[in-house]
């Protein structure tokens, strides 16, 4: 039996470019949107065209630039918003209105002072309104990782009968534990009238670090697209990483899901958004950080050396990179040293090597990492004969 298809919703370029103090510009945008393109994500939300006649003019241009995907601009349940949201997606070859609004009891209550049924009624409006546009309608539903089940399910019914294609889930907040969320969309499957005219979407915020965790338990639980981000950037502690998503249906085909990503341009894309946004990545980063692949204990190297799979579920050469690094620090062991050295023109012998190990961890002990030039330094220290292979 075929996998199933779980489509990537991109969206570093409007919920990812809300890191305060990251704004990009219309041409970084579009290096980044044709980038996307060719990642093979299936929707690009290039924007939220309302919010800046700059912002208008990303999404304008990211619509006449992108080959293959869909091209998504975000709303509010708001008349205006859409209008212009058409307006600049008018060129896209497959154009998306993604609007919404808030469920939960806090932001009817808080954001709107409105009530349950007069929610519903805007959210029908805005899907109607958005259909007369264009024919693919995303509905979010703000805060639906704290919106009781029951109301959220009612919401749905009523904006998959207004003809929204694609249903939004979104833990705006981070909140909900992988089981709550999971729970959630198994709920919608099996309790929303029509649900098969439509897609559920995951959409989960980082806020506790479960943000991978309550996407792949959406999935797990019948969502068939998943938004997130490059590097998992975005607000507050960031939306799903796009990286950890695809590497971990692709790692687990038990699962039986699969997205199409072309995952050998995951670390090059990394490296792409992190330069043009000025965001370094964290060194510890899943998949792309740049130690993810790196092993610097005396036992792992040991192991990776005899065989990579010993420590290592991934090859690096799948994500992009050219292969996994032998760090030489002072919990390195002789293995690693000889590694090292094989790599920069010395094959040692037995008893060299324990000679020049030892010359190795007197170094190794005053540095945090030492580098394939202070080899050549250790073993001209060692006073030992050793031919070079080089
Ligand atoms: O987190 C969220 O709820 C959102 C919506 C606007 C889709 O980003
Ligand atoms: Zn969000």
Same mark, same amino acid.
């Given at each position: 039996?075929?996998?199933?298809?779980?489509?990537?919703?991109?969206?570093?370029?409007?919920?990812?470019?809300?890191?305060?103090?990251?704004?990009?510009?219309?041409?970084?945008?579009?290096?980044?949107?044709?980038?996307?393109?060719?990642?093979?994500?299936?929707?690009?939300?290039?924007?939220?065209?309302?919010?800046?006649?700059?912002?208008?003019?990303?999404?304008?241009?990211?619509?006449?630039?992108?080959?293959?995907?869909?091209?998504?601009?975000?709303?509010?349940?708001?008349?205006?918003?859409?209008?212009?949201?058409?307006?600049?997606?008018?060129?896209?070859?497959?154009?998306?209105?993604?609007?919404?609004?808030?469920?939960?009891?806090?932001?009817?209550?808080?954001?709107? =002072?409105?009530?349950?049924?007069?929610?519903?009624?805007?959210?029908?409006?805005?899907?109607?309104?958005?259909?007369?546009?264009?024919?693919?309608?995303?509905?979010?539903?703000?805060?639906?990782?704290?919106?009781?089940?029951?109301?959220?399910?009612?919401?749905?019914?009523?904006?998959?009968?207004?003809?929204?294609?694609?249903?939004?889930?979104?833990?705006?907040?981070?909140?909900?534990?992988?089981?709550?969320?999971?729970?959630?969309?198994?709920?919608?499957?099996?309790?929303?009238?029509?649900?098969?005219?439509?897609?559920?979407?995951?959409?989960?915020?980082?806020?506790?670090?479960?943000?991978?965790?309550?996407?792949?338990?959406?999935?797990?639980?019948?969502?068939?697209?998943?938004?997130?981000?490059?590097?998992?950037?975005?607000?507050?502690?960031?939306?799903?990483?796009?990286?950890?998503?695809?590497?971990?249906?692709?790692?687990?085909?038990?699962? =039986?899901?699969?997205?199409?990503? =072309?995952?050998?341009?995951?670390?090059?894309?990394?490296?792409?958004?992190?330069?043009?946004?000025?965001?370094?990545?964290?060194?510890?980063?899943?998949?792309?950080?740049? =130690?993810?692949?790196?092993?610097?204990?005396?036992?792992?190297?040991?192991?990776?050396?005899?065989?990579?799979?010993?420590?290592?579920?991934?090859?690096?050469?799948?994500?992009?990179?050219?292969?996994?690094?032998?760090?030489?620090?002072?919990?390195?062991?002789?293995?690693?040293?000889?590694?090292?050295?094989?790599?920069?023109?010395?094959?040692?012998?037995?008893?060299?090597?324990?000679?020049?190990?030892?010359?190795?961890?007197?170094?190794?002990?005053?540095?945090?990492?030492?580098?394939?030039?202070?080899?050549?330094?250790?073993?001209?220290?060692?006073?030992?004969?050793?031919?070079?292979?080089?």
């Amino acid at each position: 039996m075929g996998k199933d298809k779980v489509q990537i919703f991109d969206t570093t370029l409007r919920d990812g470019e809300q890191v305060p103090g990251c704004r990009l510009d219309t041409t970084q945008k579009l290096v980044i949107a044709e980038r996307l393109d060719n990642l093979g994500v299936d929707i690009i939300e290039a924007g939220f065209p309302v919010s800046s006649p700059g912002d208008f003019k990303s999404v304008n241009e990211i619509a006449k630039l992108v080959k293959n995907a869909t091209v998504c601009g975000l709303t509010r349940a708001v008349k205006k918003d859409i209008e212009v949201a058409a307006e600049a997606l008018k060129h896209a070859k497959r154009p998306r209105i993604h609007t919404g609004i808030g469920t939960s009891d806090s932001h009817i209550k808080f954001k709107f =002072n409105s009530n349950k049924d007069a929610i519903i009624e805007r959210a029908v409006e805005a899907v109607k309104y958005a259909k007369t546009f264009v024919e693919d309608v995303e509905f979010y539903a703000e805060d639906a990782g704290r919106t009781d089940n029951e109301f959220l399910a009612r919401v749905c019914e009523a904006v998959v009968k207004a003809g929204a294609t694609v249903l939004n889930i979104p833990d705006t907040t981070g909140y909900c534990l992988p089981e709550e969320y999971g729970a959630k969309m198994k709920y919608l499957m099996e309790n929303v009238k029509g649900i098969h005219k439509a897609i559920l979407s995951c959409h989960c915020h980082n806020d506790l670090g479960l943000a991978t965790a309550n996407s792949i338990a959406g999935v797990v639980n019948g969502a068939r697209q998943i938004e997130c981000t490059i590097n998992g950037i975005g607000e507050r502690a960031g939306n799903t990483a796009l990286e950890e998503v695809v590497m971990i249906l692709r790692q687990h085909p038990t699962l =039986n899901l699969d997205t199409g990503i =072309n995952s050998k341009l995951l670390y090059d894309t990394s490296q792409m958004v992190s330069q043009k946004m000025g965001m370094p990545v964290q060194p510890n980063k899943a998949i792309v950080g740049s =130690n993810a692949f790196a092993h610097s204990s005396g036992i792992h190297q040991d192991g990776v050396i005899k065989n990579r799979e010993t420590y290592e579920i991934m090859d690096p050469e799948d994500v992009g990179v050219n292969e996994s690094s032998i760090v030489l620090t002072a919990r390195s062991g002789r293995a690693a040293l000889a590694y090292r050295a094989k790599k920069v023109g010395y094959e040692l012998s037995k008893i060299q090597l324990d000679i020049v190990y030892i010359e190795f961890l007197k170094f190794a002990d005053k540095k945090k990492e030492v580098l394939d030039k202070d080899i050549h330094e250790i073993i001209g220290a060692s006073n030992i004969e050793i031919e070079s292979i080089a």
